[in-house]
């Protein structure tokens, strides 16, 4: 596989099925312009977050400006394998049992990113990005209505629960 340093030298040397968008968030805008620029018809995958705040108009202006491109943005945590097998065992070995509380971690040791300028994102004022999947995670396992209420709780109800319905056994979206 050829490796390219400039996305028009990559346009230009043959066709690009997709465009993968992975590089610090800052530099998300940039890039899917030049890629436009060099593909106005260009499918793009772009991972999260798309973008920062302030950056939305230019975004939602350069996808006017293409109406021919394509951007979706990955949620690889949406459906993750794990995400997949806990509905799977609700449903097919709990179905009578109601999920009544869901945790989800990440353990990995940041410190090196950290070190590196990484992970901090001063855009968002958030520590690390894991927080995007872990409602990823939380999305696909909860009920509809219990992830709009743990989305419209304040922080400091975090921990707060709303209890399933005894009928409920496994997300009515994954039966």
């Known amino acids: 596989?050829?490796?390219?340093?400039?996305i028009d030298a990559a346009a230009r040397h043959r066709h690009?099925?997709?465009?993968?968008v992975c590089s610090p968030t800052a530099t998300h805008v940039d890039t899917v312009a030049a890629v436009l620029e060099a593909d106005p018809a260009a499918r793009l995958l772009v991972e999260k977050p798309l973008c920062r705040?302030?950056?939305?108009?230019?975004?939602?202006?350069?996808?006017?400006?293409?109406?021919?491109?394509?951007?979706?943005?990955m949620d690889q945590y949406g459906h993750a394998t794990s995400t997949v097998l806990l509905r799977s065992l609700l449903r097919e070995l709990a179905p009578g049992h109601p999920l009544l509380a869901v945790r989800v971690g990440f353990g990995k040791d940041r410190r090196a990113d950290i070190a590196a300028g990484r992970?901090?994102?001063?855009?968002?004022g958030v520590f690390g990005y894991e927080w995007l999947h872990m409602l990823?995670?939380?999305r696909g396992?909860?009920?509809p209505e219990y992830y709009r209420a743990?989305?419209?709780?304040a922080p400091s109800?975090?921990?707060?629960?709303?209890?399933?319905?005894?009928?409920?056994?496994?997300?009515p979206h994954t039966k």
């Open 1 to 6: 596989m050829r490796a390219f340093d400039r």
């Open 16 to 20: 690009v099925d997709v465009w993968s």
């Open 53 to 73: 705040p302030w950056e939305i108009p230019r975004l939602t202006a350069l996808r006017a400006a293409h109406p021919g491109a394509r951007l979706v943005v």
């Open 119 to 124: 992970f901090v994102d001063r855009d968002y």
């Open 136 to 138: 990823a995670l939380l």
């Open 141 to 143: 396992v909860l009920p």
């Open 150 to 153: 743990y989305l419209s709780a």
């Open 157 to 171: 109800r975090a921990d707060c629960a709303w209890p399933p319905t005894p009928s409920w056994s496994a997300p």
